[in-house]
């Protein structure tokens, strides 16, 4: 069984950056690769997704201009530049691959695979 983990969580100021990646135990394949995040009491929600073959990105509205997606194919690994960070950008961050095909990168249950998640507070 594959295993996503996750690092580069942590604690920041407003207005500070991190940056996240996220590391397969081994090869396999897949459509797209995302991140999601889930706060105390909510809905875990899209916040990026990048196409594994070729450069298609897509990004939720409250984090468009400050974060960034990227991977490395050749490390099998996806990363997430968080940029100008707010409190409310606060929760646990997980990354996630979608297998197989789908027109939209946004849907939560079309992913099936997940890390375990990590850590991201920003203080005020």
């Known amino acids: 069984q594959v295993q996503l983990v996750e690092s580069g969580g942590g604690l920041v100021q407003a207005g500070g950056s991190l940056r996240l990646s996220c590391s397969a135990s081994?090869?396999?394949?897949?459509?797209?690769m995302g991140w999601f995040r889930q706060a105390p009491g909510k809905e875990r929600d899209f916040v990026a997704a990048?196409?594994?073959?070729?450069?298609?990105?897509d990004y939720a509205d409250s984090v468009k201009g400050r974060f960034t997606i990227s991977k490395d194919n050749a490390n099998d690994t996806v990363s997430l530049q968080m940029d100008s960070l707010r409190p409310e950008d606060t929760a646990v961050y997980y990354c996630?691959?979608?297998?197989?095909?789908?027109?939209?990168?946004?849907?939560?249950?079309?992913?099936?695979?997940w890390g375990q998640g990590t850590q991201v507070s920003v203080s005020s």
């Open positions: 996630a691959a979608k297998r197989f095909f789908g027109l939209s990168l946004q849907q939560r249950h079309t992913y099936d695979l």
């Open positions: 081994a090869t396999f394949g897949r459509y797209a």
């Open positions: 990048i196409r594994w073959s070729g450069t298609t990105t």
